[in-house]
């Protein structure tokens, strides 16, 4: 049995700090959330003179810096850079012995006015309450993402919060670097594709009619194509409000429809179907499972642990009730390896190395390994798409718009030749 000393939360004003006997950290953090503690240091102590008191107990008071009325009213999304940022500040700050709140406090007083800023304010108003940190990260300002909850909850109960939140910074910085080069390689197909829809809108709205005009007024018979483009432009310019509003409407209507568990499952599961882009999505899934796993595994989360909280990062609804099938498996004593083969989840050489993983007692190293291989199909199949998706924009637009323009020229055509 190994010492401990602990600092825990058990009210708005009042920490603990004691010491523990466990086998190991992780034995060490569910006695102190048994005793109804929020552990914010957990750490291997040598002795007790350096940390604890007369009394075995300390109580301070913390203080939480935020608006005058303590409330606040702005809503938004945190973005990844500052995702990256926060993750990396506590990482740093609570492994240096800063506890959770004076480190959100420190953080706080560095970020600029707006959204993200009172989102910590609140977050630390939350914590000095006796909120876990995961529970506060979920804040009515601006909500972190579930998968980053999950991964600080795991951190907490491992009581290697430190350790999760610098894996879990270089995990979204490596996202974020992936996302910023998708984006990169779209905007000039974007900006074609821009150009393209004003131009159709200027030709439909303003220059087909005006021609038409001209075509009536001269009596010129006008091609099939002709009549095509001129009935399509008048059906925009007396049905267009109308249709965007349906589009709008329909939109809503598909999202909340969607928004049901049930129905945002079948959906999921009916685009596992379409052949390629069901082996894409089953890649960048299963890259972002195995990496959250071995990140977990790593920091000294439990295997059956750190299975559900990876478990809860899939965003696929369909792919994240089989893992969960899975999981309950792991958790019920079977390996990693034969929960995830019954349900034929991975390919077979990423089961192979799973199973060697768990007999040489290198699981996390495996997971990685795994992972990395998936990125890199992953990065291929998106370096492959965004290659095409430019000249198939171009093709399209310039399409349309010829098919535009020769119609609007067929009519004259005509006239020359009559003449």
Known sequence: ????????????????????????????????????????????????????????????????????????????????????????????????????LTALNLIRRQIKEGIFKQAVGQICRSVDNGVALSEALASDVCAFPGFYRHMVRAGEVSGTLDVVLALLAEHVEKEQRIRQKIWASLAYPLFILMVGIGTL???????????????EDLGQEMPVITRLVVGFSRFCLRFGWGIGVFLLLAGVGLRHWFGCEQKCRQLHAWVLRVAYVRDFIRIIEFSRFT?????????????SLAFGYAVAGVRNRYLQAQLAAAATQVNSGQSLVAALSKESLLPPYALSMIAVGEQTGHLAQALARIAAVLERQQDHITSALVSLVG?????????????????????????????
């Open 1 to 100: 049995m190994n010492l401990y000393y602990y600092r825990a939360k058990h009210g708005p004003e009042e920490y603990c700090e004691d010491f523990i006997q466990a086998e190991n950290r992780t034995h060490a953090v569910q006695q102190i959330l048994h005793k109804g503690g929020n552990p914010v240091v957990v750490r291997e102590s040598a002795g007790r003179q350096s940390h604890r008191g007369s009394s075995g107990q300390e109580k301070v008071n913390g203080k939480v810096h935020g608006n005058a009325d303590g409330k606040v009213k702005a809503k938004g999304k945190v973005s990844s850079k500052e995702l990256v940022l926060f993750a990396r500040q506590l990482s740093d700050l609570v492994g240096a012995g800063v506890d959770v």
């Open 201 to 215: 809108a200027v030709l439909l709205i303003y220059v087909i009619p005006q021609m038409t005009l001209v075509f």
């Open 291 to 303: 990496r959250t796993l071995a990140i977990l595994i790593r920091a000294g989360v439990s295997v």
């Open 391 to 419: 000249p198939g924009v171009l093709v399209i637009i310039i399409s349309l718009v010829g098919v535009v323009i020769v119609a609007m020229l067929l009519p004259v055509f005509n006239m020359n030749i009559l003449m």
